[in-house]
Nanobody, 123 residues
Framework: QLQLVESGGGLVQPGGSLRLSCAAS????????IGWFRQAPGKEREGVSC????????NYADSVKGRFTISRDDAKNTVYLQMNSLKPEDTGIYYC????????????????WGQGTQVTVSS
């Protein structure tokens, strides 16, 4: 079973940057599409970004377009989410999820989820 571990969260001031990592174990990520999601207090979980198993297809929520960039390094078995120009409304727990598929983004369903990493944007 694919295991995913997020890291890189923390406290950052508005306008700052963070890079989240989603590291996989037990299986290589080559065949898996990876998505990033977030959940703010009192709100439903929302999709942030997705990258296909080939890396050739990506997508972003409108709220993060132009500020966030998803990428993957299969040699390191890791997917990254570079977050720039962070805003207080980006605060939440960020989760990565994996699905074994060749489909292009967006991916409807994910079978494997990490435990999440907290991102807090505040002055």
């Amino acid at each position: 079973q694919l295991q995913l571990v997020e890291s890189g969260g923390g406290l950052v001031q508005p306008g700052g940057s963070l890079r989240l990592s989603c590291a996989a174990s037990r299986f290589t990520l080559d065949y898996y599409a990876i998505g990033w999601f977030r959940q703010a207090p009192g709100k439903e979980r929302e999709g942030v970004s997705c990258i296909s198993s080939s890396g050739g297809s990506t997508n972003y929520a409108d709220s993060v377009k132009g500020r966030f960039t998803i990428s993957r390094d299969d040699a390191k078995n890791t997917v990254y989410l570079q977050m720039n120009s962070l805003k207080p409304e980006d605060t939440g727990i960020y989760y990565c999820a994996g699905q074994r598929t060749w489909q292009l983004c967006p991916i409807v369903e994910y079978d494997y989820w990490g435990q999440g990493t907290q991102v807090t944007v505040s002055s």
